[in-house]
């Protein structure tokens, strides 16, 4: 796999104390540039996407975008377009899209992401995987060496039925075949601790890696030939461009 090409914008400006919702932003906005009237958007899903949506509502109203249709990736997002006054359609009417902005949970120096920290995996890879340009927004804490290698949750949706045969399946398939351990832990919420319910009405479960996966290609086939799995949340050769936002400034990753 070639490595992606890079460049630095503001790279020799001094470094300024921002938060990381700023730097959020930063990349946000910068993505925004890209967006052309006429175009028909995917929407993306998480805090450094919705700065984006509302950048595009921002223009829109300022007339300096016209014609532009937006495809959420949730319904949260859906519920901010439409208050932003956005207007909406989906991937029925629009099987193909100019473009998507989407925040992500880490991203690899060959631009293959973990999503779905946020729970929108499945709607978010089906409008993105239908885009000819998907641009990911990240601060720099996003940058892995390699997905799930720091420990922190790769997601898969699974059906709700009968998860625990799943999560169970999911677990042994990586100490089995990947010779990894991992741990697999149905994702909850609420005081009750009840099991996190997706747009789609399916739960998560989370798995959490002790090294690096290794083949991510052979990783990803085997957790979808899983019955009850619905999808995961590694995307792995779909980003076009990722954006990075840093306390040097801004840098461009493109395939
Ligand atoms: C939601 C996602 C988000 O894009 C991801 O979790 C990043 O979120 P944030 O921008 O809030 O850090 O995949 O399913």
């Excluded at 293959?112 to 729970?119: A, C, I, M, Q, W």
């Excluded at 009968?162 to 994702?187: H, I, N, P, S, Y």
Aim: hydrophobic residues 40%; aromatic residues 6%; glycine residues 8%.
């Amino acid at each position: 796999e070639s490595s992606p090409m890079e460049a630095s914008i503001q790279a020799s400006a001094p470094p300024t104390i921002l938060t990381q919702d700023e730097l959020k932003k930063i990349a946000a906005y910068k993505a925004v540039e890209f967006v052309e009237s006429g175009m028909v958007l995917g929407l993306g899903t998480g805090s450094t996407a919705k700065h984006a949506v509302d950048r595009i509502a921002e223009l829109l109203h300022q007339g300096k975008l016209t014609n532009i249709v937006g495809v959420p990736t949730s319904k949260k997002t859906q519920e901010q377009a439409i208050s932003l006054g956005i207007p909406l359609s989906d991937l029925n009417e629009h099987p193909v899209l100019d473009l998507a902005i989407d925040g992500a949970d880490e991203v690899d120096p060959y631009l293959n992401l973990v999503k779905g920290r946020g729970g929108s995996l499945l709607r978010e890879k089906m409008v993105e995987s239908a885009c000819k340009k998907f641009i990911v927004i990240v601060d720099q804490t996003k940058l892995v060496k390699s997905l799930g290698g720091t420990g922190d949750a790769v997601p898969v949706e699974v059906v709700p039925f009968c998860w625990k045969f799943t999560e169970t399946r999911l677990q042994r398939l990586f100490e089995e075949k990947f010779e990894v351990g991992c741990v697999a832990k149905l994702r909850v919420c609420g005081k009750n601790g009840e099991p996190f319910v997706t747009d789609n009405m399916n739960y998560i479960v989370d798995l959490f890696f002790e090294k690096d996966i290794g083949d991510l290609e052979a990783a990803s086939d085997e957790i979808l030939r899983l019955a009850g799995v619905v999808e995961h949340g590694m995307f792995l050769n779909m980003a076009t461009t990722v954006i990075v936002a840093g306390e040097y400034g801004i840098t461009m990753k493109t395939k």
